[in-house]
């Protein structure tokens, strides 16, 4: 391979649900639409845990792709000599044990959040990648963003000085009344409920906008409180608010909240500094633009404003990806944007909401005890 060649990634798929659909669909974007020329995707093998269904996903969504090898078990994708990144895209209470045998085949990880159970599957996940040399990643596809990154640079560049309140909610009806039980949103042993679901957007706004702020100097937040309105029809949380204090180097809140019975306001995420504010459009997960408001003083009046919107071809996945090929071609075990630091403080602070909510994941779902 000569240099000027792009790096491929050869990926297998673990399982055939919504979001595994957008990751491939995305695999398959041409990278140079999105100025991508370093790097680009392969999708070798796709597992489900039914051949059916594995060759079905195959001719629905890669019609144009040949040679993609649908397996009817997960293992045997993570046995697959020509896979070299494992791409996890089943429920919640499954990423570990998936995770865990993609790592003992020897295969780098992208992950889906909410990363695990608890923090304490998280820390041996951690633990065996780094043990064994390979690369592991939350797929926090928001953080790779061209919008995230433009954003980020402003909030950083000074002008809008330190951060104080954060605002960020991310909502949707799932019409749950009409959901089967053993619907993933539904069903407490695959971690149902908003938190786990929709609760890592807004949290990872938080995360952006408090943690990575130069300013915080990598303090995790210092207090943690949460409150869950469970729902009756199986015990899950429906709608769960928690806020969240970074006050070691900042003083600063974000007031976070997510339903899975109500849509998203119209607010979005919302950074309020002391010298202006940053509106991030809706949806938070994959926002089309932001604005950003410049007071004449601190606490005075807006005097400008300025608002940034991006597009591109495909969903926004093939971001995380070009990142995860990046980190592997490089030889790094994780990504200096989305760490491990970063998702471990995500899982520490569901696990804290949960146990002040008192939302108890059945017995035998966790699979690693709770980090005491
Ligand atoms: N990044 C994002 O934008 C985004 C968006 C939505 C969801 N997610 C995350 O992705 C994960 C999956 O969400 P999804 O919406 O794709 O779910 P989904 O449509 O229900 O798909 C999950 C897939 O997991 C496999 N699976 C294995 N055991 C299962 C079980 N006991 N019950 C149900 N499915 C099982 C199934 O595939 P096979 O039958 O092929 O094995 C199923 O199709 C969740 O962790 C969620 O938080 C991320």
Not at 191 to 204: I, N
Request: charged content about 20%; proline content about 6%; glycine content about 8%.
């Amino acid at each position: 391979m000569t240099s000027n060649q792009p790096f491929v990634l050869k990926w297998g798929i673990i399982s055939t649900g919504r979001i595994a659909m957008e990751f491939v669909k995305d695999l398959l974007v041409d990278p140079k639409t999105r100025g991508t020329t370093d790097v680009a995707h392969k999708i070798v093998a796709v597992g489900s845990r039914s051949v059916e269904s594995a060759q079905k996903f195959i001719t629905a969504y890669a019609p144009n792709e040949s040679g993609i090898k649908a397996y009817g078990t997960y293992n045997e994708v993570y046995a697959d000599p020509d896979v070299s990144a494992v791409y996890i895209g089943t429920p919640h209470t499954l990423h570990y044990e998936n995770a865990l045998a993609a790592l003992e085949a020897g295969k780098h990880v992208l992950c889906e959040k909410a990363t695990t159970s608890n923090a304490a599957e998280l820390k041996a996940l951690l633990k065996l990648a780094k043990e064994k040399k390979l690369f592991f990643m939350e797929a926090l596809w928001t953080r790779f963003h061209p919008l995230t990154l433009e954003l980020k640079r402003i909030a950083e560049e000074g002008t809008l000085g330190d951060p104080v309140v954060v605002h960020a909610d991310l909502s949707a009806d799932f019409h749950i009344e009409s959901l089967p039980l053993n619907h993933r949103m539904l069903d407490p042993k695959l971690g149902g409920g908003a938190l786990l679901d929709l609760g890592p957007y807004p949290l990872f706004w938080a995360m952006l906008a408090l943690y990575e702020h130069p300013s915080n100097q990598n303090a995790p937040p210092s207090s943690i409180v949460g409150s869950i309105v469970k729902t009756p029809i199986t015990g899950v949380d429906a709608s769960t608010s928690f806020t969240l204090n970074f006050t070691e180097h900042l003083q600063a809140q974000a007031i976070l909240s997510c339903s899975m019975q109500v849509p998203s306001p119209n607010f979005g995420a919302t950074i309020r500094y002391k010298n202006g504010n940053i509106l991030v459009k809706p949806p938070i997960f994959r926002s089309p633009a932001f604005t950003v408001q410049y007071y004449d003083k601190p606490g005075g009046d807006v005097v400008r404003e300025e608002t940034k919107s991006f597009s591109y071809v495909g969903g926004g996945w093939h971001y995380e990806a070009d990142e995860v090929a990046r980190c592997i071609r490089d030889g790094k075990l994780e990504s200096s944007l989305w760490g491990h630091e970063k998702s471990f403080i995500m899982m520490e602070v569901f696990d804290e909401v949960r146990r002040q909510g008192k939302y108890y994941l059945p017995e035998g779902v966790e699979k690693v005890d709770r980090v005491q």
